[in-house]
């Protein structure tokens, strides 16, 4: 079974600065995804970026970026240019490849934005 | 933009009784997933669903709980005999590709469950 830890329950920055989240995993598997989940206050989840373990270059989605470190199993959440709207619970995920047992979630980061 | 919904967003039962949580997946997905969250907690898998069939239960979906697509658009989560501890957030999730590349999966805003 894997696990996903998230050792920042809460973490705030000032709007434009850049923040990034930690998230550490453990696996035996060797084909597996990670990805970043957003919930801001009331609304749905919402993916933010997703990394594929094969591949060694880290994924980036506009001010969203990962830092893939295999190895340590590590997949940290740099937001640059930090906004009000990324005000939200950010959750790290894992899923095996192939594996129908859904995702395995971390317990959360509270990330606030402040003015 | 298409969304998954959830009915009711809060339900209040007495420990004992039948829940049924209603979710309509987004139309063109085929995987269908069910999650809860404990308060407090993490988010933890429960059910995954293709082709009106379970494919994936965790060990928290026991005999307890079932899972149906009755209508080709709603997907429903059952709790025949509620207790407790099944009171939690209760996410549903479709996805339009599946497990194999990991595809995105689309979640719905939540049920939450109250069991007195």
């Known amino acids: 079974a894997q696990t996903v830890t998230q050792s920042q329950p809460e973490m705030s920055v000032q709007e434009a600065e850049t923040v990034t989240l930690s998230c550490t995993y453990d696996?035996?598997?060797?084909?597996?995804?990670l990805f970043w989940y957003k919930q801001p206050p009331s609304r749905q989840m919402i993916l933010v970026i997703r990394?594929?373990?094969?591949?060694?270059q880290n994924a980036t989605e506009n001010r969203f970026s990962v830092n893939f470190q295999k190895a340590a199993k590590s997949f940290s959440l740099k937001i640059s240019d930090s906004q009000l709207g990324d005000t939200a619970m950010y959750f790290c995920?894992?899923?095996?490849?192939?594996?129908?047992?859904?995702?395995?979630f971390g317990k959360g980061t509270h990330l606030i934005i402040q003015p | 933009e298409p969304e998954v919904t959830q009915t009711p967003s809060h339900q209040v039962t007495q420990m004992g009784q039948e829940v049924i949580l209603r979710c309509v997946p987004i139309?063109?997905?085929?995987?269908f997933y069910w999650y809860r969250q404990i308060l407090g907690q993490k988010v933890e898998f429960l059910v995954s669903?293709?082709?009106?069939?379970?494919?994936?239960k965790s060990e928290i979906f026991d005999d307890q709980f079932s899972v149906e697509r009755p209508d080709g658009s709603n997907f429903t989560l059952k709790i025949r005999s509620t207790k407790l501890e099944d009171s939690a957030m209760y996410f549903c999730?479709?996805?339009?590709?599946?497990?194999?590349?990991?595809?995105?999966?689309?979640f719905g805003p939540g049920t939450r469950l109250t069991v007195l």
């Open positions: 995920a894992f899923m095996k490849r192939g594996g129908a047992d859904g995702l395995t």
């Open positions: 999730a479709s996805s339009l590709g599946g497990w194999r590349g990991a595809d995105e999966q689309f």
């Open positions: 669903f293709y082709n009106n069939e379970i494919s994936e």
């Open positions: 139309s063109n997905h085929l995987y």
């Open positions: 990394q594929e373990a094969y591949k060694q």
């Open positions: 696996t035996s598997e060797s084909n597996y995804y």
